[in-house]
Nanobody, 120 residues
Framework: QVQLQESGPGLVKPSQTLSLTCTVF??????????WSWIRQPPGKGLEWMGA???????YVDPSLKSRTSISRDTSKNQFSLRLSSVTSEDTAVYYC????????????WGQGTQVTVSA
């Protein structure tokens, strides 16, 4: 059974760094050929793909976010993480981690999502 769970602070101050971790249960994040993605949904808006880390450790980030976004992993803990720097109120959203296959952006497993609010 594959499960994903997001964790991290729900409140971040403007200009600081948003940090989230996704813990994966039931499958190694190193298994061919899965990719592990971060997706967010601002209030009243649609889902926005942010980036992903592949089974090999290669990372992919949306061009609009790449200057501020870092995705990493800890294979010993079966976790991958998101760091989004220099946040503003526009980064307030529900953040999800999800699994896809070969970066097809067709996700079969999702975390429950976690609300992150950027506010002073």
């Amino acid at each position: 059974q594959v499960q994903l769970q997001e964790s991290g602070p729900g409140l971040v101050k403007p200009s600081q760094t948003l940090s989230l971790t996704c813990t994966v249960f039931g499958v190694p994040i190193t298994m061919n050929y899965y990719a592990w993605s971060w997706i967010r949904q601002p209030p009243g808006k649609g889902l926005e793909w942010m980036g992903a880390i592949g089974y090999s450790g290669n990372t992919y980030v949306d061009p609009s976010l790449k200057s501020r976004t870092s995705i990493s992993r800890d294979t010993s803990k079966n976790q991958f993480s998101l760091r989004l720097s220099s946040v503003t109120s526009e980064d307030t959203a529900v953040y999800y981690c999800a699994r896809d296959y070969s970066l097809n952006t067709q996700y079969d497993y999702w975390g429950q999502g976690t609300q992150v609010t950027v506010s002073a």
